[in-house]
Protein backbone atom coordinates (compact mmCIF):
# COMPACT_ATOMS: atom_id res chain seq x y z
CA UNK A 1 0.00 0.00 0.00
CA UNK A 2 2.90 2.21 1.10
CA UNK A 3 4.42 1.37 -2.39
CA UNK A 4 1.26 2.29 -4.55
CA UNK A 5 0.75 5.66 -2.65
CA UNK A 6 4.10 6.84 -3.39
CA UNK A 7 3.77 6.29 -7.01
CA UNK A 8 -0.07 8.06 -6.71
CA UNK A 9 1.98 10.94 -5.40
CA UNK A 10 4.48 11.22 -7.84
CA UNK A 11 3.42 12.63 -10.74
CA UNK A 12 5.10 11.19 -14.30
CA UNK A 13 6.65 13.28 -16.98
CA UNK A 14 5.52 12.73 -20.31
CA UNK A 15 9.08 11.87 -20.79
CA UNK A 16 9.13 9.23 -18.62
CA UNK A 17 5.79 7.97 -19.77
CA UNK A 18 7.56 7.46 -23.29
CA UNK A 19 10.38 6.17 -21.79
CA UNK A 20 7.96 3.28 -20.22
CA UNK A 21 6.13 3.01 -23.37
CA UNK A 22 9.27 2.53 -25.76
CA UNK A 23 10.51 -0.11 -23.02
CA UNK A 24 6.92 -1.86 -22.97
CA UNK A 25 7.33 -1.93 -26.77
CA UNK A 26 10.88 -3.31 -27.33
CA UNK A 27 9.76 -5.85 -24.64
CA UNK A 28 6.74 -6.69 -26.55
CA UNK A 29 8.91 -6.68 -30.00
CA UNK A 30 11.22 -8.88 -28.35
CA UNK A 31 8.51 -11.28 -27.13
CA UNK A 32 7.03 -11.37 -30.33
CA UNK A 33 10.46 -12.84 -31.82
CA UNK A 34 11.29 -15.04 -28.83
CA UNK A 35 7.82 -16.66 -29.25
CA UNK A 36 8.61 -16.85 -33.02
CA UNK A 37 11.77 -18.84 -32.59
CA UNK A 38 10.34 -21.28 -30.42
CA UNK A 39 7.31 -22.23 -32.22
CA UNK A 40 9.56 -22.79 -35.94
CA UNK A 41 12.54 -23.40 -34.88
CA UNK A 42 16.04 -22.48 -36.73
CA UNK A 43 15.61 -23.10 -39.93
CA UNK A 44 12.15 -21.50 -40.46
CA UNK A 45 12.70 -18.68 -37.93
CA UNK A 46 15.45 -18.18 -40.59
CA UNK A 47 12.87 -17.05 -42.57
CA UNK A 48 11.08 -15.18 -40.36
CA UNK A 49 14.25 -13.07 -39.50
CA UNK A 50 14.56 -12.32 -43.43
CA UNK A 51 11.06 -10.48 -42.95
CA UNK A 52 11.88 -9.08 -39.21
CA UNK A 53 15.08 -7.52 -40.66
CA UNK A 54 12.96 -5.81 -43.86
CA UNK A 55 10.85 -4.48 -41.32
CA UNK A 56 13.82 -3.08 -39.27
CA UNK A 57 15.17 -1.88 -42.92
CA UNK A 58 11.81 -0.20 -43.60
CA UNK A 59 12.12 1.26 -40.36
CA UNK A 60 15.07 2.79 -41.01
CA UNK A 61 14.22 4.51 -44.57
CA UNK A 62 11.13 5.64 -42.76
CA UNK A 63 12.98 6.86 -40.02
CA UNK A 64 14.37 9.85 -42.39
CA UNK A 65 11.33 11.00 -43.13
CA UNK A 66 9.91 10.90 -39.00
CA UNK A 67 13.33 12.72 -37.58
CA UNK A 68 12.98 15.80 -40.62
CA UNK A 69 9.25 16.09 -39.78
CA UNK A 70 10.35 15.98 -36.16
CA UNK A 71 12.67 18.34 -36.25
CA UNK A 72 11.16 21.08 -38.84
CA UNK A 73 7.81 20.29 -36.25
CA UNK A 74 10.18 22.40 -33.83
CA UNK A 75 11.24 24.92 -35.76
CA UNK A 76 8.46 26.07 -37.94
CA UNK A 77 5.01 27.23 -36.63
CA UNK A 78 1.25 27.84 -37.82
CA UNK A 79 1.31 28.07 -41.73
CA UNK A 80 4.70 27.52 -42.22
CA UNK A 81 4.13 24.45 -40.30
CA UNK A 82 0.91 23.43 -42.02
CA UNK A 83 2.43 23.49 -45.67
CA UNK A 84 5.57 21.77 -44.86
CA UNK A 85 3.53 19.00 -43.14
CA UNK A 86 1.54 18.73 -46.30
CA UNK A 87 4.55 18.39 -47.98
CA UNK A 88 6.18 15.72 -46.34
CA UNK A 89 3.36 13.77 -45.96
CA UNK A 90 2.97 13.82 -49.95
CA UNK A 91 6.61 13.41 -50.18
CA UNK A 92 6.67 9.74 -48.36
CA UNK A 93 3.37 8.45 -49.84
CA UNK A 94 5.46 8.91 -53.29
CA UNK A 95 8.70 7.22 -52.11
CA UNK A 96 6.71 4.49 -50.11
CA UNK A 97 4.81 3.66 -53.21
CA UNK A 98 7.76 3.74 -54.96
CA UNK A 99 9.99 1.41 -52.46
CA UNK A 100 6.57 -1.09 -52.20
CA UNK A 101 6.20 -1.20 -56.00
CA UNK A 102 9.83 -2.51 -56.33
CA UNK A 103 9.88 -5.13 -53.27
CA UNK A 104 6.26 -6.41 -54.96
CA UNK A 105 7.93 -6.69 -58.73
CA UNK A 106 11.53 -7.97 -57.42
CA UNK A 107 9.56 -10.90 -55.03
CA UNK A 108 11.25 -13.37 -56.46
CA UNK A 109 14.15 -12.42 -57.17
CA UNK A 110 14.34 -10.93 -53.04
CA UNK A 111 13.18 -15.09 -52.57
CA UNK A 112 16.23 -16.03 -54.38
CA UNK A 113 18.98 -14.00 -53.06
CA UNK A 114 17.90 -14.87 -49.62
CA UNK A 115 16.89 -18.58 -50.18
CA UNK A 116 13.36 -17.60 -48.59
CA UNK A 117 10.73 -20.74 -48.88
CA UNK A 118 8.35 -18.36 -50.84
CA UNK A 119 7.64 -15.06 -52.58
CA UNK A 120 4.21 -14.12 -51.56
CA UNK A 121 5.79 -12.63 -48.14
CA UNK A 122 7.63 -9.92 -49.76
CA UNK A 123 4.50 -9.01 -52.31
CA UNK A 124 2.18 -8.83 -49.03
CA UNK A 125 5.10 -6.98 -47.10
CA UNK A 126 5.16 -4.39 -50.42
CA UNK A 127 1.64 -3.79 -49.81
CA UNK A 128 2.40 -1.79 -46.57
CA UNK A 129 5.57 -0.08 -47.32
CA UNK A 130 3.15 3.39 -48.16
CA UNK A 131 1.34 2.72 -45.05
CA UNK A 132 4.64 3.23 -43.08
CA UNK A 133 5.92 5.97 -44.53
CA UNK A 134 2.42 7.69 -43.89
CA UNK A 135 3.06 6.11 -40.53
CA UNK A 136 6.51 7.75 -39.68
CA UNK A 137 5.75 11.54 -40.88
CA UNK A 138 2.44 10.95 -38.09
CA UNK A 139 5.06 9.81 -35.36
CA UNK A 140 7.72 12.47 -36.53
CA UNK A 141 4.99 15.32 -35.43
CA UNK A 142 4.20 13.81 -32.25
CA UNK A 143 7.84 13.65 -31.20
CA UNK A 144 8.89 17.01 -32.59
CA UNK A 145 5.88 18.82 -30.61
CA UNK A 146 6.60 16.19 -27.78
CA UNK A 147 3.64 15.40 -27.86
CA UNK A 148 5.01 11.99 -25.67
CA UNK A 149 1.16 10.32 -24.86
CA UNK A 150 -0.04 10.01 -28.84
CA UNK A 151 3.37 9.27 -29.72
CA UNK A 152 3.56 5.88 -27.43
CA UNK A 153 0.13 5.12 -28.68
CA UNK A 154 0.94 4.57 -32.05
CA UNK A 155 4.22 2.63 -31.08
CA UNK A 156 2.47 0.35 -28.73
CA UNK A 157 -0.57 0.09 -31.38
CA UNK A 158 1.83 -1.29 -34.15
CA UNK A 159 3.37 -3.56 -31.81
CA UNK A 160 0.23 -5.35 -29.69
CA UNK A 161 -1.26 -5.96 -33.44
CA UNK A 162 1.50 -7.70 -35.06
CA UNK A 163 2.07 -9.46 -31.86
CA UNK A 164 -1.54 -10.82 -31.24
CA UNK A 165 -2.74 -11.23 -34.86
CA UNK A 166 0.28 -12.93 -35.96
CA UNK A 167 1.01 -15.67 -33.15
CA UNK A 168 -3.37 -15.65 -33.09
CA UNK A 169 -2.57 -17.12 -37.09
CA UNK A 170 -0.61 -18.98 -35.83
CA UNK A 171 -1.80 -20.44 -32.89
CA UNK A 172 -5.60 -20.58 -34.25
CA UNK A 173 -4.98 -22.65 -37.30
CA UNK A 174 -1.31 -23.91 -37.23
CA UNK A 175 -0.43 -22.09 -40.17
CA UNK A 176 3.83 -22.25 -39.63
CA UNK A 177 4.72 -20.33 -42.50
CA UNK A 178 6.37 -16.53 -43.39
CA UNK A 179 3.11 -15.56 -45.25
CA UNK A 180 1.41 -15.49 -41.68
CA UNK A 181 4.01 -13.38 -40.38
CA UNK A 182 3.68 -11.00 -43.21
CA UNK A 183 0.16 -10.71 -43.11
CA UNK A 184 0.18 -9.85 -39.31
CA UNK A 185 3.17 -6.85 -40.05
CA UNK A 186 0.84 -5.44 -42.53
CA UNK A 187 -2.04 -5.10 -40.59
CA UNK A 188 0.53 -3.92 -38.00
CA UNK A 189 0.74 -1.04 -39.86
CA UNK A 190 -2.82 -0.24 -40.23
CA UNK A 191 -2.72 -0.03 -36.19
CA UNK A 192 -0.03 2.18 -36.40
CA UNK A 193 -1.43 4.81 -37.94
CA UNK A 194 -3.72 5.27 -35.29
CA UNK A 195 -4.04 8.41 -34.31
CA UNK A 196 -3.79 10.14 -37.63
CA UNK A 197 -4.94 13.61 -38.39
CA UNK A 198 -6.37 13.07 -41.67
CA UNK A 199 -7.04 17.02 -42.40
CA UNK A 200 -3.02 17.87 -42.19
CA UNK A 201 -2.83 16.05 -45.57
CA UNK A 202 -4.18 18.38 -47.37
CA UNK A 203 -4.40 21.33 -45.56
CA UNK A 204 -7.08 23.89 -47.22
CA UNK A 205 -4.15 26.47 -47.19
CA UNK A 206 -0.89 25.92 -49.12
CA UNK A 207 1.63 28.44 -47.71
CA UNK A 208 4.94 27.71 -50.30
CA UNK A 209 7.45 27.34 -48.12
CA UNK A 210 10.53 30.06 -49.54
CA UNK A 211 13.68 29.09 -50.76
CA UNK A 212 15.58 29.27 -47.63
CA UNK A 213 13.01 26.81 -45.63
CA UNK A 214 13.07 24.41 -48.76
CA UNK A 215 16.90 23.79 -48.51
CA UNK A 216 17.51 23.24 -45.07
CA UNK A 217 14.77 21.22 -45.16
CA UNK A 218 16.27 19.33 -48.10
CA UNK A 219 20.15 19.64 -46.74
CA UNK A 220 18.60 17.77 -43.61
CA UNK A 221 16.68 15.55 -45.33
CA UNK A 222 20.06 14.18 -47.47
CA UNK A 223 22.27 13.66 -44.63
CA UNK A 224 19.57 12.11 -42.91
CA UNK A 225 18.79 9.60 -45.42
CA UNK A 226 22.47 8.77 -46.30
CA UNK A 227 22.72 8.04 -42.06
CA UNK A 228 19.86 6.07 -41.90
CA UNK A 229 21.17 4.08 -44.64
CA UNK A 230 24.33 3.49 -43.03
CA UNK A 231 22.23 2.35 -39.55
CA UNK A 232 20.16 -0.64 -42.17
CA UNK A 233 24.29 -1.35 -43.43
CA UNK A 234 25.36 -1.61 -39.71
CA UNK A 235 22.21 -3.01 -38.34
CA UNK A 236 20.83 -5.21 -40.81
CA UNK A 237 23.49 -6.50 -43.65
CA UNK A 238 25.00 -9.25 -40.95
CA UNK A 239 21.75 -11.59 -40.81
CA UNK A 240 21.20 -10.58 -44.54
CA UNK A 241 24.71 -11.54 -45.62
CA UNK A 242 24.66 -14.84 -43.15
CA UNK A 243 21.04 -15.92 -44.45
CA UNK A 244 23.03 -15.35 -48.19
CA UNK A 245 26.48 -17.30 -47.40
CA UNK A 246 25.17 -19.89 -44.70
CA UNK A 247 22.69 -22.59 -44.72
CA UNK A 248 19.10 -22.23 -43.12
CA UNK A 249 20.28 -23.82 -39.62
CA UNK A 250 23.12 -21.76 -39.01
CA UNK A 251 20.98 -18.39 -40.70
CA UNK A 252 18.67 -18.84 -37.80
CA UNK A 253 20.92 -19.73 -34.87
CA UNK A 254 22.58 -16.73 -35.68
CA UNK A 255 19.16 -14.81 -35.89
CA UNK A 256 18.13 -15.72 -32.36
CA UNK A 257 21.66 -14.28 -31.29
CA UNK A 258 21.60 -11.11 -33.19
CA UNK A 259 17.96 -10.48 -31.49
CA UNK A 260 19.64 -11.15 -27.77
CA UNK A 261 22.26 -9.25 -28.85
CA UNK A 262 20.53 -5.86 -29.91
CA UNK A 263 18.69 -5.45 -27.10
CA UNK A 264 21.42 -2.43 -26.16
CA UNK A 265 20.36 -1.19 -29.45
CA UNK A 266 16.63 -1.21 -28.95
CA UNK A 267 17.11 0.46 -25.33
CA UNK A 268 19.78 3.05 -26.54
CA UNK A 269 16.83 3.97 -29.27
CA UNK A 270 14.54 5.01 -26.58
CA UNK A 271 16.98 7.97 -25.82
CA UNK A 272 17.71 8.81 -29.49
CA UNK A 273 14.05 9.99 -29.91
CA UNK A 274 14.42 12.44 -26.84
CA UNK A 275 17.95 14.03 -27.59
CA UNK A 276 17.34 15.08 -31.34
CA UNK A 277 13.94 17.31 -29.87
CA UNK A 278 15.78 18.76 -26.86
CA UNK A 279 19.03 19.57 -28.73
CA UNK A 280 17.48 21.22 -31.55
CA UNK A 281 15.41 23.26 -29.47
CA UNK A 282 18.30 24.13 -26.49
CA UNK A 283 20.37 25.35 -30.09
CA UNK A 284 17.52 27.38 -30.88
CA UNK A 285 17.48 29.01 -27.69
CA UNK A 286 20.88 29.38 -27.84
CA UNK A 287 21.41 27.25 -24.79
CA UNK A 288 24.29 24.35 -23.59
CA UNK A 289 23.98 20.93 -25.34
CA UNK A 290 27.31 19.24 -24.47
CA UNK A 291 25.32 18.27 -20.40
CA UNK A 292 22.45 16.42 -23.24
CA UNK A 293 25.27 14.53 -24.39
CA UNK A 294 26.75 13.34 -21.32
CA UNK A 295 23.62 12.28 -20.29
CA UNK A 296 22.56 9.96 -22.63
CA UNK A 297 25.61 8.61 -23.25
CA UNK A 298 26.23 7.99 -19.72
CA UNK A 299 22.78 6.09 -19.64
CA UNK A 300 24.01 4.19 -22.32
CA UNK A 301 27.04 3.26 -21.46
CA UNK A 302 25.61 1.85 -17.68
CA UNK A 303 23.09 -0.36 -19.85
CA UNK A 304 25.94 -1.31 -22.15
CA UNK A 305 28.00 -2.59 -19.53
CA UNK A 306 25.64 -4.23 -17.37
CA UNK A 307 24.05 -6.44 -20.63
CA UNK A 308 27.77 -6.98 -21.54
CA UNK A 309 28.20 -8.59 -18.16
CA UNK A 310 25.23 -10.76 -18.23
CA UNK A 311 25.55 -12.07 -21.26
CA UNK A 312 29.15 -12.94 -20.50
CA UNK A 313 28.03 -14.64 -17.21
CA UNK A 314 25.60 -16.37 -17.77
CA UNK A 315 25.13 -17.18 -21.91
CA UNK A 316 23.60 -20.88 -21.66
CA UNK A 317 20.93 -19.87 -19.73
CA UNK A 318 19.73 -16.30 -21.07
CA UNK A 319 19.78 -18.49 -25.04
CA UNK A 320 17.74 -21.35 -22.92
CA UNK A 321 15.40 -19.65 -21.42
CA UNK A 322 14.36 -17.00 -24.76
CA UNK A 323 14.90 -19.78 -27.38
CA UNK A 324 15.31 -22.85 -26.50
CA UNK A 325 18.16 -25.86 -25.87
CA UNK A 326 18.21 -26.13 -29.92
CA UNK A 327 20.26 -22.26 -30.28
CA UNK A 328 22.32 -23.27 -27.33
CA UNK A 329 25.70 -23.54 -30.06
CA UNK A 330 25.31 -19.61 -30.14
CA UNK A 331 25.94 -19.10 -26.14
CA UNK A 332 29.95 -18.24 -26.19
CA UNK A 333 29.39 -15.23 -29.08
CA UNK A 334 26.47 -13.97 -27.09
CA UNK A 335 28.70 -11.20 -24.90
CA UNK A 336 31.06 -10.89 -28.17
CA UNK A 337 28.15 -9.46 -30.22
CA UNK A 338 26.20 -7.32 -27.12
CA UNK A 339 29.99 -5.89 -26.69
CA UNK A 340 29.31 -4.90 -31.18
CA UNK A 341 26.29 -3.68 -30.52
CA UNK A 342 27.38 -1.59 -27.54
CA UNK A 343 29.85 0.11 -29.11
CA UNK A 344 27.52 0.89 -32.25
CA UNK A 345 24.73 1.90 -29.58
CA UNK A 346 27.09 4.74 -27.89
CA UNK A 347 28.79 5.70 -31.51
CA UNK A 348 25.08 6.43 -32.57
CA UNK A 349 23.88 8.84 -29.73
CA UNK A 350 27.11 11.34 -30.86
CA UNK A 351 26.33 10.85 -34.69
CA UNK A 352 23.02 11.88 -34.08
CA UNK A 353 24.03 14.78 -31.66
CA UNK A 354 25.68 16.54 -33.90
CA UNK A 355 23.20 15.47 -36.84
CA UNK A 356 20.66 17.66 -34.42
CA UNK A 357 23.37 20.38 -34.40
CA UNK A 358 23.45 20.14 -38.66
CA UNK A 359 27.03 18.88 -38.60
CA UNK A 360 27.43 16.00 -40.55
CA UNK A 361 31.14 14.26 -40.54
CA UNK A 362 30.07 12.33 -37.93
CA UNK A 363 27.33 10.74 -40.61
CA UNK A 364 30.31 10.55 -42.94
CA UNK A 365 32.11 8.38 -40.40
CA UNK A 366 29.33 6.13 -40.06
CA UNK A 367 28.87 5.74 -43.30
CA UNK A 368 32.34 4.81 -43.91
CA UNK A 369 32.68 2.22 -40.83
CA UNK A 370 29.05 0.76 -42.03
CA UNK A 371 30.76 0.14 -45.30
CA UNK A 372 34.21 -1.32 -43.49
CA UNK A 373 31.69 -3.59 -41.77
CA UNK A 374 29.67 -4.75 -44.95
CA UNK A 375 33.35 -5.42 -46.55
CA UNK A 376 35.11 -7.13 -43.73
CA UNK A 377 31.63 -9.60 -43.54
CA UNK A 378 32.02 -10.26 -47.09
CA UNK A 379 35.33 -11.27 -47.42
CA UNK A 380 35.68 -12.97 -44.11
CA UNK A 381 32.76 -14.95 -43.11
CA UNK A 382 34.76 -18.26 -42.66
CA UNK A 383 32.77 -19.38 -39.42
CA UNK A 384 29.84 -17.40 -37.17
CA UNK A 385 32.33 -16.80 -34.41
CA UNK A 386 34.83 -14.66 -37.65
CA UNK A 387 31.58 -12.77 -38.73
CA UNK A 388 30.75 -11.48 -35.05
CA UNK A 389 34.60 -10.69 -34.81
CA UNK A 390 34.29 -8.37 -38.22
CA UNK A 391 31.50 -6.41 -36.87
CA UNK A 392 33.12 -5.87 -33.29
CA UNK A 393 36.72 -4.65 -35.48
CA UNK A 394 34.35 -2.03 -37.33
CA UNK A 395 32.44 -0.90 -34.42
CA UNK A 396 35.81 -0.26 -31.90
CA UNK A 397 37.07 2.15 -34.83
CA UNK A 398 33.68 4.20 -35.00
CA UNK A 399 33.73 4.88 -31.52
CA UNK A 400 37.11 5.15 -30.81
CA UNK A 401 36.85 8.10 -34.41
CA UNK A 402 33.65 9.52 -33.05
CA UNK A 403 35.13 10.36 -29.40
CA UNK A 404 37.98 11.62 -31.37
CA UNK A 405 35.90 14.26 -33.45
CA UNK A 406 33.48 14.99 -30.09
CA UNK A 407 37.12 15.97 -28.40
CA UNK A 408 38.70 18.18 -31.24
CA UNK A 409 35.18 19.63 -32.33
CA UNK A 410 35.26 20.51 -28.12
CA UNK A 411 39.06 21.89 -28.46
CA UNK A 412 38.28 23.91 -31.09
CA UNK A 413 35.00 25.89 -29.57
CA UNK A 414 37.50 26.69 -26.29
CA UNK A 415 40.32 28.43 -28.65
Known sequence: MQILATLKSRKISPEQLFMLSVLAVNGGNYLYNLILGRLLGPAQFADAAVLITFLLVLSFAAMTFQLVTAKFSVLFENDIFKSFISKIYKNALVVGLVMGTLIVVFAGQLQTLFNTSSSNMFVIFGCGVPLYFLMS????????????????????????????????????????SSFVIAVGILTSFLFGLIPFKFPTLIPKKALQLSETHSKAIKSFFLITAFYELTQIIINNSDILLVKHYFESYEAGLYASLALIGRIVYFIAWMFVMLLLPTVVQLKKEGKETASTLFKYVGYIAAISTTIVVVCLSFPETIITLLFGDSYLAMAPLLWQYAIATSMFAISN???????????????????????????????????LEQVVHMQIIAMVLLLIIQLVFFKLNQSEKIT
Open 349 to 383: IFAYYYLSLDKYVPVIISGVFGMLQMGLVIFYHES
Open 137 to 176: VNRGVFQGKKAFKSLSITYQGEMLSRLVITLGLILLFNIQ
